[in-house]
């Protein structure tokens, strides 16, 4: 099989920005370009003719309650759809150094283990093919970084893409690849790709940047360049495609030494590197994989309070593309801590994990109002996390 190989080259000497309408040169040689400071691309850019307000935390949350900040916000009409299987990630381990991808139905009566990783690998951050028959995940095995993996429905045939680079480039100290995200026709794998030399302080790594690939694990290129001039500034991560595969929507978290120090933020790109914007403020602290309902109206995301990481107090949201219509699907303050957010095919359900001050993550089902929430696993200490809710259907 053809991989691209990325070298010292094309990786950081390059210093033009993507323009308007270039469109996705799939030639196997990576985009580089200037770097775009959090924040300092309004808005205003793609904001829609006659916009709502714009959201404020305080009105999102305002007396503990699940708040619509904008009334107009459009009510979704999905496609038509099958809902299948929620795929997610388990530790095998006491110690949480072992997990793997599982698949549950949405009744919560079956549930079956896909991968098979060794001891002391972690697979994580799977996401479905968009006609059901395959999975994408990220496996990181010891001190081996991570790598983009794909299986079939049934968790056979699990192969790896990459790495994009080669062992000895200079630029390919530290590289890892994780988080994937299946476009709406298959064709393409988005991925977040770290690499650098890391802070021995802060454990931050230089750059970190979104890119896509081909499935086959070839024609990979670079679309974001939120770090390229600013090492050890932040995060991208959990890349998410728009229905019409036209944008993603993306989590940016800042290092100590960002703008502004600490924070997390959605942004979204257009799926040719442009129009990069950011979609909701620092002060809702949005973060983890973010999704788009079927008929691309809403985005469902997940915010987390200032402080230790896995910390209760956040909540589950929604948001139009455009940045305004913030809208809380669960209750506030919390004493919970809310994790990755997926909706159902058909759009009428959201899958959202869920874990109790100081315990272990479960997987929840709720409406796409945020009412008649329902448990769908009981496996206590195994962290069931990261749903990905697809149209696969349970083997056999």
């Given at each position: 099989m053809?991989?691209?190989?990325?070298?010292?080259?094309?990786?950081?000497?390059?210093?033009?920005?993507?323009?308007?309408?270039?469109?996705?040169?799939?030639?196997?040689?990576?985009?580089?370009?200037?770097?775009?400071?959090?924040?300092?691309?309004?808005?205003?850019?793609?904001?829609?003719?006659?916009?709502?307000?714009?959201?404020?935390?305080?009105?999102?949350?305002?007396?503990?309650?699940?708040?619509?900040?904008?009334?107009?916000?459009?009510?979704?009409?999905?496609?038509?759809?099958?809902?299948?299987?929620?795929a997610g990630r388990a530790f095998l381990d006491q110690d949480r150094l072992t997990s793997a991808i599982f698949a549950v139905t949405a009744d919560g009566r079956t549930r079956q283990q896909l991968t098979q990783p060794a001891d002391q690998t972690r697979d994580d951050h799977p996401t479905w093919s968009p006609d059901g028959t395959s999975l994408a995940f990220d496996r990181t095995g010891g001190d081996s970084p991570g790598r983009i993996w794909t299986t079939s429905s049934d968790g056979r045939n699990a192969?790896?893409?990459?790495?994009?680079?080669?062992?000895?480039?200079?630029d390919c100290v530290n590289e890892t690849e994780t988080a994937p995200a299946w476009s709406p026709d298959g064709k393409l794998i988005a991925f977040t790709r770290s690499w650098g030399r890391s802070d021995p302080g802060s454990e931050q790594i230089q750059y970190s940047d979104l890119f896509v690939i081909a499935p086959d694990g070839t024609s990979a290129q670079r679309l974001t360049f939120l770090t390229n001039d600013t090492p050890y500034s932040g995060a991208v991560t959990d890349p998410s495609w728009s229905p019409d595969g036209k944008q993603l929507v993306f989590s940016y978290r800042t290092s100590a030494t960002g703008q502004p120090a600490n924070g997390r933020s959605l942004y979204i790109v257009n799926a040719d590197g442009t129009g990069l914007r950011r979609l909701t403020p620092w002060e809702l602290r949005a973060g983890e994989r973010a999704d788009?309902?079927?008929?691309?109206?809403?985005?469902?995301?997940?915010?987390?309070?200032?402080?230790?990481?896995?910390a209760p107090g956040g909540g589950i949201y929604t948001v139009h593309p455009d940045g305004t219509a913030v809208e809380a699907l669960t209750p506030g303050p919390s004493d919970?801590?809310?994790?990755?957010?997926?909706?159902?095919?058909?759009?009428?359900?959201?899958?959202?994990?869920?874990?109790?001050?100081?315990?272990?993550?479960?997987?929840?089902?709720?409406?796409?109002?945020g009412s008649t929430v329902t448990r769908l696993t009981d496996a206590p200490g195994h962290g069931e996390s990261r749903p990905s809710w697809g149209t696969a259907q349970p083997q056999g």
């Open positions: 053809t991989r691209t190989r990325l070298s010292r080259t094309t990786l950081a000497t390059a210093r033009t920005r993507p323009h308007a309408g270039a469109g996705l040169l799939l030639a196997g040689a990576l985009l580089t370009g200037c770097g775009a400071q959090p924040g300092e691309i309004p808005l205003s850019e793609i904001r829609a003719e006659s916009p709502s307000p714009t959201p404020t935390v305080e009105a999102a949350v305002a007396n503990g309650t699940a708040a619509v900040v904008d009334a107009a916000a459009a009510t979704p009409t999905a496609p038509p759809a099958h809902n299948g299987l929620i192969r790896q893409l990459g790495p994009l680079c080669e062992a000895d480039a200079p788009w309902s079927p008929d691309g109206s809403r985005i469902v995301f997940t915010t987390y309070p200032a402080g230790p990481d896995n919970v801590t809310y994790g990755a957010a997926s909706y159902s095919p058909d759009g009428t359900a959201i899958a959202f994990d869920q874990a109790p001050s100081g315990g272990a993550s479960e997987l929840y089902t709720m409406r796409a109002d």
